[in-house]
């Protein structure tokens, strides 16, 4: 089983659709999390740090749920521009082994 | 300021020749880690740095693969040997200790592919 794993996809939807990712991990001791995006052949980029008690950018919304293992990714209002992968990333103890999952691909249609 | 830098961009290199990729952190950024992206595939982690130490190389996929960090900053990334399964983006990622921030900033990558 992976450490990290997310909704394989891809994702297709309209502008102005809302969509949610997926991603569980596996070590209970995993301290931080976070939503990095990477666009085609491009390197990843932070999109946002997931706290506990779960964060809103925008039109982004970051949930943890540490008793299930579980953190989600809302976006509202899907735009062109959000067209990219979505990585679900864990930060294990100690602070520096650094997790990524697979990513989600997402497609958002005019 | 400057941003993370790699080189070469693109390699090409014969299977059974060495390679050597280079990164230039961030100018401060104490940590430095080394990824691999197979195509169509997310990050595999190959190894962290802080300063010059490796407290982790449990991420490197055989003994062909090495790396070091001289000075706190620039790091190499060695294979020897290579095979035609080490074709890869190799992406080298730093990050600051200030605070709370766990931030990695990404270099543009190396696309390695042995023939």
């Known amino acids: 089983r992976k450490e990290v794993e997310q909704d394989p996809g891809p994702f297709n939807v309209p502008e102005g659709a809302t969509v949610a990712f997926n991603c569980t991990y596996s070590?209970?001791?995993?301290?931080?999390f976070f939503w990095y995006r990477q666009d085609c052949r491009k390197e990843p980029k932070l999109l946002m740090s997931?706290?506990?008690s779960g964060n809103e950018d925008g039109r982004f919304t970051a949930q943890l749920n540490r008793a299930s293992q579980y953190i989600s990714l809302l976006i509202r209002d899907s735009k062109l521009s959000d067209s990219a992968t979505y990585l679900c990333v864990v930060l294990n103890t100690g602070g520096f082994k650094t997790i990524f999952g697979a990513g989600t691909r997402l497609f958002v249609k005019a | 300021g400057a941003g993370v830098s790699q080189s070469p961009s693109n390699k090409v290199t014969e299977k059974g020749k060495d390679v050597e990729l280079r990164c230039d952190p961030i100018?401060?950024?104490?940590?430095l880690y080394w990824y691999r992206q197979s195509l169509g595939q997310g990050l595999e982690f190959l190894i962290y740095f802080q300063g010059n130490s490796a407290p982790d190389k449990s991420g490197l996929p055989s003994d062909r693969f090495s790396a070091e960090r001289t000075g706190g900053s620039v790091s190499t990334l060695t294979i020897q040997r290579t095979q035609q399964e080490d074709s890869a983006v190799y992406l080298c990622?730093?990050?600051?200790?200030?605070?709370?921030?766990?931030?990695?900033?990404f270099g543009p990558g190396t696309r390695l592919t042995v023939t």
């Open positions: 100018s401060g950024h104490t940590a």
């Open positions: 070590n209970s001791a995993s301290q931080s």
């Open positions: 990622a730093s990050r600051g200790l200030a605070g709370y921030s766990y931030e990695q900033y």
């Open positions: 997931v706290y506990s």
